[in-house]
């Protein structure tokens, strides 16, 4: 009688679409839960990716920088090296203010330089930097040449007036001291 009475109590069709409906409805439920978890979860691990890569990219920041400065400091401590036996030629400026002048220099490139890393997260951004990098460097290179060209034109006329101030002031005295030396001049030019 138990069954008859399970029996008895019918389900309607329509009360069959209705739990059909609310099943799909806790499975669709379920399924967005389990989406949401994974999208939860590559959430966190987007995140934990950005501040590994910022680390990572404050640590290649930070790398780049030192490199950055002992280039400009090689750079400097180059250019001074092979310019100290002009520095009694060229007394129109102090080395210190040399010095400081080249210092200005370097903290205002370096800066530029650097700019670009406060807009890193937007990939335009880091394509730009690559050609900020590769004009500054050929900036750089482009400036050096013509420092050079010009401080070995400065220094080859320096040359060239000190020889001729030498040979005028050491010639009077040459004959006066040596006058046979000029007998000796005299035989050379005629034998070449």
Do not use: C
Request: net charge positive; proline share 2%.
């Amino acid at each position: 009688m138990v069954n008859t009475k399970k029996v008895e109590k019918k389900v309607s069709s329509l009360d069959l679409l209705w739990n059909q409906a609310f099943l799909n409805l806790d499975a669709w439920v379920e399924r967005e839960e389990v989406r949401e978890d994974h999208l939860l979860q590559s959430t966190k691990n987007l995140a934990e990716n950005v501040k590994k890569n910022q680390t990572n990219f404050k640590e290649l920041s930070k790398q780049f920088t030192k490199e950055l400065f002992e280039l400009e400091n090689k750079s400097r401590e180059g250019l001074l090296l092979s310019t100290i036996s002009l520095q009694s030629l060229f007394p129109i400026k102090s080395y210190e203010e040399i010095n400081n002048q080249l210092d200005n220099l370097k903290n205002k490139t370096s800066e530029l330089v650097l700019k670009p890393f406060d807009h890193i997260g937007n990939a335009k951004f880091v394509e730009n930097y690559v050609s900020v990098v590769e004009k500054y460097i050929e900036f750089r290179r482009n400036n050096r040449n013509l420092y050079v060209k010009k401080v070995k034109d400065t220094a080859l006329n320096i040359q060239v007036n000190q020889s001729a101030l030498l040979n005028l002031i050491t010639k009077p005295v040459r004959n006066v001291i040596f006058p046979f030396n000029k007998f000796i001049e005299r035989s050379h030019e005629l034998t070449k």
